[in-house]
Each structure stands twice: as structure tokens, then as C-alpha cells.
């Protein structure tokens, strides 16, 4: 019996500092949540297209790395794999063309999903300023996939002089920086290439624009790193709705700048990853920083920090998990594998992270 109420005590001990040991909520910081932005790599990008149209009223503005326009699966996994994408490859051949993307049709959607109430008013999305970033050697979503998200926030009024086109001719399937991650050219895990670029520099910078200071010159960052209480903002779809019903990780990650700590006016910036690179995925081989996962390999090294610092931006990484089946990449769902409001304000991946940004911007002071 002694044994037995040892063991019990220990499995107590365990399960309190488990328990204790739990990440925290999101801050409620001095944010102004018309100057939320969005950038994202890969599902990443075409998440960041969604949650920007979606809620194109709060967004300022967009970064796409690799990614395609609004709604371009169509719900349908078919035509991301192989019409908006070549990622069905080997499998379903690669159809991307200059037309592949059907742009008419997604133009059409957004319009229904409007006058349906489903997203803000997409003429909102003639205010805010986009960058685009295309590597000349990415076999995954090449160069038409980019033609064609211009040609969309085109339709619906985005001044050519508030697009960014930012074309790497040596860059393949990565998010290219200054000088972290495998040879610029390669498409392999994590995704992470050194191309002599900052990329997320150029895409905070143009959204921002002139007001925008330089960003930190190396070193370490000065901020803080928090891990958050991801789960608490995904909408219940029954038990382990932060995995099954949504794809959505248990915890996420912010940047949070000295000065937005301290309670000066900051603003807030969306990063999302793209698949394979989520913090709870487990690559073939090793990431680059050691370990069986990911972990904050991209939220640490995609360079967002570098920015952050010196231009009051806090910066949220949601986090995306596999499903078995569903999305064994972990990727962020484009293509409908939650359900048919994937792009939409009823979807439930782009609800959390809409409440994420609720939150952030709740301590607003006038």
C-alpha cells in the first residue's frame, strides 16, 4: 500500500507542476487593431490572403511568401495540388498555367461570400498595401501562382504603387533571410533558405512604408519570447478540438518588443508558417537548432524580430499541428480539410486567430 500511495503522490506531484507549468493567455497590450498586418510562407501565404480578405477591415496590409490568391482551392484539394499549386506531385501532374487559378471564379467568391456576410467588405482591400516574395527556382508554387494573386487584388482595386513585387531568381520553395537556414536554392525542410534577403524586413517595411525605421543590425533580440495558451482561443469543436477540429497546435508564440511591454502604442503583426515548419513537427532529419521538432525554429529564425525592435511591432506566431490523414504536414488549412468556411470569418482557424488579435489589441489606450 505504501508502494501504492507513493506512486499516487508522484502521478499528483507530475500532474500539479504539469498543470502550473501550463503556458499563459495573450496579453492585453496598447495595440490599435486597425494596424494588425499579416505575412505568411507557403499555407502561410495563402492563410495570410484568407485571414486578410476575411477581415480586410482591420487589416493594413499583406506579406505572401509562395503563395496564391484568396480562396484558390475552391474548396477542393484537387485544384490546390495541382491548379493553385504543384504540390500533388508525383501523385496528380502539376496543371499551374497563367490562368490555372481561375481568378474570374475566386473574384465571383469573394463577392457571394460578402453579400452573404461571410468576409468584410473587399473594397477595403484597395487601402492596403501587399508584398510579394516568388523564388525563381520554387517548384512547389511557381511564378504564375504570384501572377495570379497580382491579378486578384487587382480586380478589386489595389493600386499598382501599393504592390510589391519581390522576385528572388535563385530562391527555391523557402523563406528567404539574410543568412540563417540551407542554400538559398534548395526546396527542402524546414524551408528556411539564406539568400542574402530579409524578407521579413521588405515585407514589414513596405506595408508600414515611410514611417518605418531600420531594422536591427544582427545580434540578439531584445525583446521577449512568450509562449501562450494557443487552445483557449480555438473555437470548441468537441475533445482536442486544438487538434482534430481545427489542425491548431496547444500553444503558439509571441514577440513582444520592450517598448509594447512597457505599454507604449505598438502594432501587431500575423506571422504565420507554412507546412513543415510548425513547432510540433517532426522533420526527417534534425532541424538545424538540435531535437526530435521543429520548435520555435521559424518563429526564431525567419527574422521578424530584427524589425520588431525597432519599429514597436509585436508579433504573433499561431501554430499549425498535423492531422493524420486530414493534413499530415501541418499545414494551414487552404484547401477545406476543417470544413467548407475554411476561408471565411466562419472558419475556425481564422476565428482563433482573430481572437488572438482581439485580445492583443483589448488594452488599447486612448
Known sequence: MKSLSSSLGLALLVLSFTVSAAPPPLPALNIDIRDTSVSGISSGGFMSAQL?????????????VAGGPYYCAQNDVRIATTLCSCTGEPLLACKVSDASAAVPTLV?????????????DPANIARHRVATVVGGKD???????ARQLHAYYGAFGLPPDSLKAIALDDA???????????????????YIGKCAFDTASAMLGWIYGETSA?????????GRYIEFDQSAYIPKAGWFSYLWGSGMDKSGWLYVPQACEAGERCRLHVALHGCKQGQSYMPLKPPPGGGLYNGTTFVKNTGYDR??????L?????QAVSIPWKNPNGCWDWWGYTDEHYANKDGIQIRAIHAMIERLSSGLQP
Not at 465571383?108 to 468584410?120: N, P, V
Not at 517548384?139 to 501562382?145: D, E, K, N, Q, R
Not at 531600420?214 to 531584445?222: C, L, S
Open 314 to 318: 509585436v508579433v504573433l506566431f499561431p
Open 108 to 120: 465571383k467568391a469573394t463577392q457571394s461570400f460578402f453579400e452573404a456576410g461571410r468576409i468584410d
Open 172 to 190: 527555391g520553395h523557402t523563406m528567404p533571410t539574410v543568412d540563417y537556414g540551407a542554400a538559398c536554392p534548395l526546396t527542402d525542410e524546414p
Open 139 to 145: 517548384p512547389l508554387v511557381p511564378t504564375p501562382v
Open 52 to 64: 486578410q480578405v476575411a477581415h480586410s477591415s482591420i487589416i493594413k496590409g499583406a506579406g505572401i
Open 214 to 222: 531600420a531594422p536591427r543590425q544582427g545580434g540578439v533580440a531584445q
Open 307 to 312: 524589425w520588431a525592435d525597432t519599429n514597436r
